[in-house]
Structures are given as C-alpha cells and as structure tokens.
C-alpha cells in the first residue's frame, strides 16, 4: 500500500514515472496489480520465480515489504547475490 501511494505520489508531483518490476505472489497479488493499472503506473509484474532465475541478474536492489517474513530468506538470498535491501523497520 505505501508503494502505491508513494510512486502515485510521485508520478502526480513530477509528471515522471517509477518502473518497477515486481516478483513474487501473495493474496493481494490481483488486488494490487489492479490498483498499480487503475493509477496508470507502470509497474511489471513477472511472478513467483527462483532465487537463481537469471531474469534477477541485472538488477541491484531488492524491495522486500513485508512484515511477516520471520526467516527473511528472500532478503538474506539477495544480500548473498550482492544486491542492496530495503526493508520496513518493525
């Protein structure tokens, strides 16, 4: 919810857009794809995909939102790739 907001925001301050492409799934997968389309951002949503899928390889930075990931194995996998994390304080 706050990246939508946050990128709508943006995309309403600057007239510029964020691209993001975004993988994983979740129950607010639809939900969110649907909002990301009503708000006109240009958000890829590519799915659920392995660790080692080399569509991962070009990008350096990691934006994992939740907060209730307890393991943070998708966080510790980026950092072993050497890309950047950023996550909720909680």
Not at 30 to 44: M, N, Y
Not at 52 to 62: E, N, S
Request: charge should be negative; include cysteine; charged fraction near 25%.
């Amino acid at each position: 919810r706050e990246l939508l907001d946050a990128c709508t925001g943006y995309k309403e301050a600057t007239g510029r857009h964020v691209k993001l492409t975004l993988f994983g799934d979740g129950p607010d997968l639809e939900a969110i794809k649907l909002e990301a389309e009503e708000k006109g951002l240009h958000w890829t949503f590519e799915g659920a995909i392995d660790h080692g899928d080399l569509r991962l390889q070009p990008f350096r930075v990691l934006f994992n939102p939740s907060t209730s990931d307890v393991v943070c194995t998708t966080s510790a996998e980026a950092l072993a790739m050497n890309k950047m994390v950023l996550c909720p304080e909680h």
